[in-house]
């Protein structure tokens, strides 16, 4: 197994008087075109992160990979329009660029079929990306599931993550039928320091990771003491999230809102959980601005609607829905 870098070197990576200014966020996976009933919209998890955290204020930068195509073009200018840095984004030749159908079920949430090839599975993984990445010095890497099922992509990921080994590593482990494997899944979570996961999954993974889905708080420290982990946070639509943070641990239910759709709701839950985990805050502040931007962006349609920080405050604030 790498080596780790444990709560008190990540803290230790953020300099006192560090803003979100000067807090880099990389993402590296998937970039693609969710096909929506109303229209394509950009996306890809990690993405989705990053976005939310670019808007929050963060610099951001994405390493990825797009065909040379139409869809390539307008995904970097996305990028572009979001202030993602896109020289980290490599362009494919004979490769499509991502696209996902998505359909939205019952209650808003969302069913994806993703088209193969695509060109974010060649998202790059040479010695020179690596070095790339770890030059830019960020406090924060985000990845997911879907571009890291390529050993080369893991191997690569593995020497990014070690190199940046005092950054947060997030990994939103965002499972989708036919693009992912319990061994890839174990892999990429002994990369991270912080995983983000739905109920459904942990109830799927829990018995390939070596722990039992029950009692969310005995899964959480069960999980990150078997794989060394900083936090967990459990996701369950509109019931109670959990967070195991820094040893301590937080159960809460999403603000009361109505759900516009669900597509993109968890990618900015870990957006608001990096947030939280940048300014410094504890399990339970972090938890209720997690859930908060979880909501915020669920009550509108997309992943990545418009939203302000003031709208977000303003949710956050907002007392408990009624057990």
């Not at 929506?36 to 993405?47: R, S, T, V, Y």
């Not at 890497?141 to 993550?161: D, F, N, S």
């Not at 195991?244 to 159960?251: M, R």
Request: charged residues 20%; negative net charge; contains cysteine.
């Amino acid at each position: 197994m790498s080596p780790r870098a444990g709560p008190r070197s990540e803290r230790a990576e953020r300099d006192e008087g560090m803003t979100r200014e000067t807090m880099l966020a990389v993402g590296v996976g998937e970039i693609l075109w969710d096909r929506l009933p109303g229209g394509d919209e950009i996306g890809g998890a990690p993405f989705n992160v990053v976005s939310h955290l670019a808007r929050l204020g963060y610099p951001a930068a994405y390493l990825t990979a797009v065909g040379q195509d139409p869809l390539g073009d307008a995904a970097v200018a996305q990028m572009v329009s979001r202030r993602i840095a896109t020289t980290l984004v490599g362009r494919v030749a004979g490769v499509p660029t991502g696209l996902a159908e998505v359909t939205v079920g019952a209650g808003g949430s969302p069913v994806f079929a993703l088209r193969r090839p695509a060109a974010f599975e060649q998202w790059g993984s040479a010695d020179s990306v690596v070095e790339r990445v770890t030059a830019m010095r960020p406090q924060f890497v985000v990845y997911g599931t879907l571009a890291q099922l390529g050993p080369g992509a893991r191997a690569g990921l593995a020497r990014i993550t070690q190199s940046c080994a005092g950054a947060v590593r997030l990994y939103d482990v965002n499972l989708r039928p036919g693009w992912w494997a319990a061994d890839v899944v174990a892999e990429l979570i002994g990369l991270a320091s912080v995983v983000k996961l739905s109920d459904s999954e942990a109830r799927e993974l829990a018995p390939v990771l070596g722990v039992t889905w029950g009692a969310p708080e005995a899964f959480c420290r069960d999980l990150a003491a078997r794989h060394g982990l900083r936090g967990v946070a459990v996701t369950a639509g509109p019931d109670a999230a959990c967070l195991l943070l820094d040893g301590d641990f937080a159960l809460a239910p999403p603000p009361a809102a109505e759900v516009e759709d669900a597509v993109g709701a968890g990618d900015a839950f870990a957006a608001g959980l990096l947030d939280a985990i940048g300014q410094g805050l504890g399990a339970a502040a972090a938890l209720r601005r997690a859930n908060a931007l979880g909501t915020l962006v669920a009550s509108r349609r997309g992943a990545q609607p418009p939203w302000t920080e003031a709208e977000l405050a303003r949710l956050q604030d907002q007392p408990p829905p009624p057990g």
